[in-house]
């Protein structure tokens, strides 16, 4: 099986490399194509035997393609691509504005969404999976196989891809901020140090995870757990209900406000008049 990737940046590269390091795939059977030649070059030193392609060559030779570029630059790919690409090849979006109904207009080929996580470096995390009318159920399977490699794939409805991504996609980020400043906090106040604090907050992460996931925890019942009434944690944890009110609300406001910003421009891109992708915010 061939396994081609165009756009090998940030997210691309990320892809790349853990399904190599996982096992999921091997190096022969990988090609890349991304407009900088330096980055490709210096993916294949990293992998001897990925093959280096025009984003042509990858479309016509790939069984399964991922498209990793960005939003806007979807139009002019895939009107560059789509005379290579047939019927029974699988293309897929890792990007999240870009619908379905967007590809399956502009492409020939069988038509996945996957939007995947910076945590499939350490093949952890989930990559949510939407699955496009064309695809067959062996072609699920197959997608499901190859990212379980990397992680847990979950398929999702394509109108809750925001929503979900929020949590698989930018909760990293989100709760390393959170982190972040609670350990600066930390050290400025008490001068501990800042190499052994940030390793107790990733243990402690760490843990919490598997509380949620393996434990049978609920957050609510983590946090009934933890802070006994009248103690410590219970007064931190009442200080922070009150100071972030309103405050993931607002987070969901300006991620799905994005996203639709996004899937308005891409619907004039590829002559839509308006999307189906609506916000249930909006709702």
Request: aromatic share 6%; hydrophobic share 40%.
């Given at each position: 099986?061939?396994?081609?990737?165009?756009?090998?940046?940030?997210?691309?590269?990320?892809?790349?490399?853990?399904?190599?390091?996982?096992?999921?795939?091997?190096?022969?059977?990988?090609?890349?194509?991304?407009r900088s030649q330096d980055r490709l070059l210096q993916l294949q030193k990293r992998h001897p035997g990925i093959s280096i392609c025009s984003n042509g060559e990858t479309a016509a030779k790939s069984d399964i393609l991922f498209i990793c570029v960005k939003p806007l630059q979807f139009k002019q790919l895939t009107d560059e691509i789509a005379t290579y690409l047939r019927s029974d090849q699988i293309v897929v979006s890792i990007t999240s504005p870009v619908q379905l109904y967007h590809l399956e207009s502009a492409l020939?080929?069988?038509?996945?969404?996957?939007?995947?996580?910076?945590?499939?470096?350490?093949?952890?995390?989930?990559?949510?999976?939407?699955?496009?009318?064309?695809?067959?159920?062996?072609?699920?399977?197959?997608?499901?196989?190859?990212?379980?490699?990397?992680?847990?794939?979950?398929?999702?409805?394509?109108?809750?891809?925001?929503?979900?991504?929020?949590?698989?996609?930018?909760?990293?980020?989100?709760?390393?901020?959170?982190?972040?400043?609670?350990?600066?906090?930390?050290?400025?106040?008490?001068?501990?140090?800042?190499?052994?604090?940030?390793?107790?907050?990733?243990?402690?992460?760490?843990?919490?995870?598997?509380?949620?996931?393996?434990?049978?925890?609920?957050?609510?019942?983590?946090?009934?757990?933890?802070?006994?009434?009248?103690?410590?944690?219970?007064?931190?944890?009442?200080?922070?209900?009150?100071?972030?009110?309103?405050?993931?609300?607002?987070?969901?406001?300006?991620?799905?406000?994005?996203?639709?910003?996004?899937?308005?421009?891409?619907?004039?891109?590829?002559?839509?008049?308006?999307?189906?992708?609506?916000?249930?915010?909006?709702?």
């Amino acid at each position: 099986m061939k396994v081609g990737f165009i756009g090998t940046g940030s997210m691309g590269g990320l892809l790349i490399d853990a399904f190599l390091s996982s096992g999921a795939l091997a190096p022969g059977e990988v090609l890349a194509a991304n407009r900088s030649q330096d980055r490709l070059l210096q993916l294949q030193k990293r992998h001897p035997g990925i093959s280096i392609c025009s984003n042509g060559e990858t479309a016509a030779k790939s069984d399964i393609l991922f498209i990793c570029v960005k939003p806007l630059q979807f139009k002019q790919l895939t009107d560059e691509i789509a005379t290579y690409l047939r019927s029974d090849q699988i293309v897929v979006s890792i990007t999240s504005p870009v619908q379905l109904y967007h590809l399956e207009s502009a492409l020939p080929s069988k038509i996945a969404k996957v939007i995947p996580s910076i945590t499939h470096c350490v093949n952890s995390g989930t990559s949510l999976c939407i699955f496009g009318s064309r695809l067959h159920n062996k072609d699920r399977l197959l997608l499901l196989q190859l990212l379980s490699f990397i992680g847990v794939p979950e398929e999702i409805p394509e109108s809750h891809t925001r929503i979900a991504s929020d949590f698989s996609s930018c909760g990293p980020a989100f709760l390393s901020y959170f982190l972040e400043r609670w350990i600066e906090a930390a050290v400025e106040s008490t001068g501990i140090d800042e190499a052994l604090i940030s390793r107790l907050a990733g243990e402690m992460l760490l843990g919490t995870g598997k509380l949620l996931t393996e434990g049978s925890f609920t957050p609510q019942e983590l946090q009934e757990r933890v802070a006994v009434r009248g103690g410590i944690t219970a007064e931190a944890l009442n200080h922070l209900r009150s100071s972030l009110e309103g405050v993931f609300e607002r987070l969901i406001t300006t991620t799905h406000g994005k996203y639709d910003e996004d899937v308005e421009k891409l619907d004039e891109l590829f002559g839509h008049h308006s999307g189906i992708a609506q916000s249930p915010l909006d709702r």
